[in-house]
Structures are given as C-alpha cells and as structure tokens.
C-alpha cells in the first residue's frame, strides 16, 4: 500500500513529533517500577530522535524505530512499517530544515514497555526558500526493550495545538 503525505501547515503532523523530544523536563524516577537505568536509555532515545531531525539524519531516524513500527500523524491514516515511514521522512528532510524548542514531560518504564511524551514548537524552513512553517503540540512515544536491550520506537501519536502557521 503506498500512503500519499502531503508537507503543508495542515499536515506537518507528520514532521512535528520529529523534533519535539529533549533532554529537558521533568526528571522523573521510574513511576511504573521500572529502573532508573531504563528510564535513562528512554531519554538517550528521545534526545537521539531530536538530534535525527535536527541534523537531516533519516538513516538515524529509522535505525531508532522498532521492527514494525506504526506512526500515527495527525489527520494522515497510520503508516506501518520503516520501508512506509523511510520516503516521508526522507522527503521532509530534502525539503526543510528543522528547529525546535521541546519539553520532555515525562518518561516512564515497565519491564519491556515504556513510554515519553513531550511538547514543541517546531519551525520547519523551506530548503528552496520561502515561508517558515510553525506548529507547536504534543507527541506520544511508546518504546519496547529489543532482544540485545536497547530501547526502540514501536509506536508514536501526534497531535498538534492547532493548525500550523506560515511566518
């Protein structure tokens, strides 16, 4: 099934989760009993999916995802899979550059499972020139521990404030 995504300021859904995770939050210990050590690769995940994007990376962006991960953008249909994920995230790193102002808010762990949320305001600047794109919103990651004990994206929600804006 190929899955048409369109990049305007109704549909930077996609894009805004992409930039929103920081280092910097609430430093929360394990509330779900899982241990400091897990909650710490968690944020290492999320500050590394900030860096992705920040940076155009799209190989590291992928690497960072689960086996079958589902991306669920606001108003696009879900995208199942790396190989479905790869072109749009790959289409909107050639076409803008990204910055971003984030909160971690908060990241929890549970044996295998755990999860981090966060806000943003993301600016996405066309590489050809033109209007700014702004969004601000929040994004859900779901992660699951891997056979060799990294953590992994298997799921991830966004949902945005409102519109985008053009600048």
Known sequence: MVVEWQATPGTLGC???????GVVGIDREAG???KIEDIQAIKQLAADWRR???TGDAELLLS???DD???????????????TIR???ESALKEYDFSSESTLVEVEASGDIGYFWSTYVLAAKPKGGGEVIRSAGKSVFIVKRQSGGSWK???LIDNSDGPGEVA
């Open 15 to 21: 894009l805004r989760e992409s930039v929103c995770p």
């Open 32 to 34: 779900m009993s899982g």
């Open 52 to 54: 992705g994007w920040l």
């Open 64 to 66: 960072l995802f689960g």
């Open 69 to 83: 991960p589902v991306l669920m953008p606001q108003d696009q249909p879900p995208l199942h899979g790396k190989e």
């Open 87 to 89: 072109p749009v995230y």
């Open 153 to 155: 994206i298997v799921r």
